[in-house]
């Protein structure tokens, strides 16, 4: 099982990335798919989440920014964040539920300078 986070970088208030997560060598179908974001010193926190119906959650912080999408048929997940702001800074993770089961990628570093 693989997550590769990708997309992250430096930007400059006000820009935009986007970030992409493949998921591989999965067998079952995956539930949930989740963007994660951990800033130094704080906690990990929600940023989005997917169902595989396409049900979308944000968090208060992002809404508005930022749009959750994925592929079930490749098994990727992508998240466009516009608006970027200094406070966006952090490390950003790829998470998926499958079989009641949470795994993990590796993060993807995104800083926004001011």
């Known amino acids: 099982v693989q997550l590769p986070a990708s997309g992250g970088g430096l930007v400059q208030a006000g820009g935009s990335l986007r970030l992409s997560c493949a998921a591989s060598?999965?067998?079952?179908?995956?539930?949930?798919m989740t963007w994660y974001r951990q800033a130094p010193g704080k906690q990990r926190e929600v940023v989005a989440s997917i169902t595989r119906r396409g049900s979308t959650n944000y968090a208060d912080s992002v809404k508005g920014r930022f749009a959750i999408s994925r592929d079930n048929a490749k098994n990727t997940m992508d998240l466009q964040m516009n608006n970027l702001k200094p406070e966006d800074t952090a490390v950003y993770y790829c998470?998926?539920?499958?079989?009641?089961?949470?795994?993990w990628g590796q993060g993807t570093q995104v800083t926004v300078s001011s």
């Open positions: 060598g999965f067998i079952f179908s995956i539930d949930t």
């Open positions: 998470a998926v539920i499958s079989t009641a089961r949470t795994y």
